[in-house]
């Protein structure tokens, strides 16, 4: 259950840092979909559906290198 409400949470979080990404960023598109499909993820665990973990963990995984790749884009990250 404790796990079920982090993941919840993370991808809440997630979520709201994907919207905030630029439209004119080149990442912006792919954010549009990888927002459905975390969408997706959290109805299925607010439903109590089973969801696959490989599957929750990839989306995450991708979601977060998204949002590192969009920041460099930003000039955030790099060495100065």
């Known amino acids: 259950m404790a796990q079920r ?3 919840e949470r993370t991808i809440r979080t997630l979520l ?3 919207e905030r990404i630029s439209a004119d960023s080149t990442w912006a598109h792919r954010a549009s979909g990888l927002r459905g499909a975390l ?14 973990q490989a599957h929750l963990a990839a989306l995450l ?5 998204l949002l590192a790749q969009a920041a460099r884009e ?5 060495a100065r």
């Open 5 to 7: 409400s982090d993941q």
């Open 16 to 18: 709201e840092r994907l």
């Open 39 to 52: 969408l997706d993820a959290q109805s299925a665990l607010e439903q109590g559906a089973p969801l696959e």
């Open 61 to 65: 995984e991708h979601g977060f290198k």
């Open 74 to 78: 930003r000039g955030f990250g790099k």
